[in-house]
């Protein structure tokens, strides 16, 4: 069992920055495939960014290859989402998720509670 708490969210102009935490319990954390989902309003669930079990291995949305970065912390069950040069249209309700499979989808188990991230022109 796995239980995820996102923070970090907030309003930030467009251009600015912003760093999204995800703090996880259970002993099997540094087993699962995590990752970044985000929803916007109308639209369906996203996906975003994913990092592997060991962290060797990062995935990302064409949408936001090269503004975010994805990271874990092993030893802390925390993974990360760094989000720079941030546009509008990344407003959305941000999820993390995790996976014991080794693949993340949006029919992933495991869910935190989603954290608002508004970006303002």
């Known amino acids: 069992q796995v239980q995820l708490v996102e923070s970090g969210g907030g309003l930030v102009q467009a251009g600015g920055s912003l760093r999204l935490s995800c703090a996880a319990s259970?002993?099997?954390?540094?087993?699962?495939?995590m990752g970044w989902f985000r929803q916007a309003p109308g639209k369906e669930r996203e996906f975003v960014a994913a990092?592997?079990?060991?962290?060797?291995?990062?995935y990302y949305a064409d949408s936001v290859k090269g503004r975010f970065t994805i990271s874990r912390d092993n030893a802390k069950n925390m993974v990360y989402l760094q989000m720079n040069s941030l546009k509008p249209e990344d407003t959305a309700v941000y999820y993390c998720?995790?996976?014991?499979?080794?693949?993340?989808?949006?029919?992933?188990?495991?869910w935190g509670q989603g954290t608002q991230v508004t970006v303002s022109s």
């Open positions: 998720a995790a996976d014991g499979s080794g693949v993340l989808t949006t029919h992933s188990k495991y």
């Open positions: 259970g002993r099997t954390f540094s087993s699962y495939i």
């Open positions: 990092i592997s079990s060991s962290g060797g291995i990062t």
